[in-house]
């Protein structure tokens, strides 16, 4: 049977070259080979976002009169909408995490060094995109919860000199949160988010493909490798069916609940707080001036970006214990923050 799709496909099309591509695809084994797992891990995580958000988009409705209505018709009358509607919720909370893993294993690896570069940049401009994917989410089931927390991330950008003011318009579609915001939310999550995102993803991808895994600088000595097809494969395999089953596990026993309809007359509810991966940015905004805070995050970002070129020494295959302790100080800061922000928050 195999053999015949072969011919089927061989006597149409020259696969000579795929074929040997496949055979000689390979995967460096060293005491570091298990953070591999994580890049597949995502592109998987990736896969069941966009497989529930088309699921949901049947019959969502993006207005304020009927949003929050069809997000509770999904819940109680489409058949397993509460479940589809639970993994979407989880998964944005899972791929973050695992993305969030996979770039702080690409960077403490030094991944990222000559020929890798366009791959870290390429992946650092992906979780933006998966940051405002999860931003865009959130105002969609139109609650109270949503419609404030969004006011305060939309107002946001107003202390960024020349650009703020104009950016947070555009981003309500007028002076203050309402049917525009809703509209414009929903086309940049379900139409301008997803074409940037994929196009980057299979960039990132095809570029892996090129280059192959890296191997990290400590570990060049050890030259053993495993067959991707279908070895590796085969475990990456057992990686997603067990991301899958943690998935399902919590959108079934924690399924994601939906709050009352927003009433924009009513004054903000005390507590309103972002969700967790953007707690930093909100204790940063607390504690420093705005202006500091939204300054200093702009910087970092920029040279977070910039690393592979800032990163001299690990271009050349040397050790840089200089971004190593970086890389470490951005991690204490992010962790930090954020544990800072949920207690704070919790004592208010
Ligand atoms: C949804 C987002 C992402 C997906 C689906 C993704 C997927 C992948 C995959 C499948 C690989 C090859 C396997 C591996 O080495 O793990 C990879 C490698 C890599 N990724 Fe990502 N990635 C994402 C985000 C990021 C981010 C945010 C960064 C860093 C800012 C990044 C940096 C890298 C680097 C440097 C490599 C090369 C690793 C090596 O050769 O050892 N990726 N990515």
Redesign the pocket.
Known sequence: MKRRLIRFIEERADIGPLRNWIRQKTVPQHKYTVW?Y???L??FL?VVQIVTGILLAFYYSPTPSSANESVRFIMEKVNYGWLIRSIHFWNANFLIAV?LV??FS?YF?K??RKP?EA??II??L??AL?LAFAFTGYLLPWTTLSYFATKIGVNTPRVLPIIGGYLSRVLMGGSDVGAATLHRMFTLHTVVLPLLTLTL?IL??FL?QV?G??VPISQSSYDRHTRFFPDHLLKDAAVWTVGLAVLLTFATVFPANLGSKVNPLQPAPAGTKPMWYFLFMYQSLRIYSRAVAMGSITLGALVWLAIPILDRKSAKGEKSTLFTLFGIAVLVYLIAMTVFGDISMKIH
Request: proline residues 0%.
């Open positions: 591999y994580f890049g597949g995502a592109l990736v993305v996979h770039m690409t690896t991944a990222y890798r791959m870290w992946g650092a992906t979780l998966i993803i990132h991808v892996g280059f895994s890296s």
